[in-house]
């Protein structure tokens, strides 16, 4: 439990801090959940092909073959999520696969020496798991991964069973309420629940 000490420090420490001011600090923290992309607003991350995910949601289309605005928005939805699992797959690789060698200065003098290019780990581009690793430091990677995991799945199949309700309802069969209820905890606690 924080102490209303420890509180009073947090508020005046959060009055320091405003955030980035430059504009090339600006940028960076817009691209903060670009990362790894699990969070991203985008579908579509840097690094993923344009053509993939119009293939990919062209075959989920023409198997799920939504009739209507609300039945497409449905199917928009399980595109995105089901793009995302994948991309949970690439960043899971990631986390098993190990980081490159780290260079010692003399190699890296040498490399200029002989006029190589330089590859030191500040130009070096991070994979999608290191991103991940690096971002999740102060937990367990793979369990946030997991969570993260857990959340896109749950909305894959909310839409999924929704649009299979709609898609029964459209074709005159009984859709019962249902049988799964999504409960939201948050302000439980000012209920008295």
């Given at each position: 439990?924080?102490t209303?000490?420890?509180?009073?420090?947090?508020?005046?420490?959060?009055?320091?801090?405003?955030?980035?001011?430059?504009?090339?600090?600006?940028?960076?923290?817009?691209?903060?959940?670009?990362?790894?992309?699990?969070?991203?607003?985008?579908?579509?991350?840097?690094?993923?092909?344009?053509?993939?995910?119009?293939?990919?949601g062209?075959?989920?289309?023409?198997?799920?073959c939504?009739?209507?605005?609300?039945?497409?928005?449905?199917?928009?939805?399980?595109?995105?999520?089901?793009?995302?699992?994948?991309?949970?797959?690439?960043?899971?690789?990631?986390?098993?696969?190990?980081?490159?060698?780290?260079?010692?200065?003399?190699?890296?003098?040498?490399?200029?020496?002989?006029?190589?290019?330089?590859?030191?780990?500040?130009?070096?581009?991070?994979?999608v798991g290191?991103?991940?690793?690096?971002?999740?430091?102060?937990?367990?990677?793979?369990?946030?991964?997991?969570?993260?995991?857990?959340?896109?799945e749950?909305?894959?199949?909310?839409?999924?069973h929704?649009?299979?309700?709609?898609?029964?309802?459209?074709?005159?069969e009984?859709?019962?309420?249902?049988?799964?209820?999504?409960?939201a905890?948050?302000?439980?606690?000012?209920?008295?629940?």
């Amino acid at each position: 439990m924080t102490t209303p000490a420890k509180s009073t420090a947090n508020r005046k420490n959060a009055l320091r801090s405003t955030g980035p001011r430059t504009p090339e600090g600006k940028a960076v923290a817009a691209r903060n959940a670009l990362r790894h992309g699990l969070l991203s607003r985008e579908v579509l991350v840097p690094n993923e092909s344009q053509e993939d995910l119009e293939a990919f949601g062209a075959r989920l289309r023409a198997e799920l073959c939504p009739v209507g605005e609300l039945e497409a928005l449905l199917v928009d939805r399980i595109v995105s999520s089901a793009w995302r699992l994948r991309r949970v797959l690439a960043v899971e690789a990631g986390l098993f696969s190990p980081p490159p060698p780290i260079r010692s200065a003399m190699d890296l003098d040498f490399r200029k020496l002989i006029g190589a290019p330089e590859e030191d780990e500040e130009t070096r581009e991070l994979t999608v798991g290191e991103h991940f690793h690096n971002d999740a430091h102060k937990t367990d990677a793979f369990s946030k991964l997991s969570r993260y995991e857990a959340g896109i799945e749950r909305a894959l199949f909310r839409a999924l069973h929704e649009l299979q309700r709609l898609q029964a309802a459209r074709g005159g069969e009984f859709v019962p309420p249902p049988v799964a209820v999504d409960v939201a905890l948050h302000g439980a606690a000012e209920a008295g629940v």
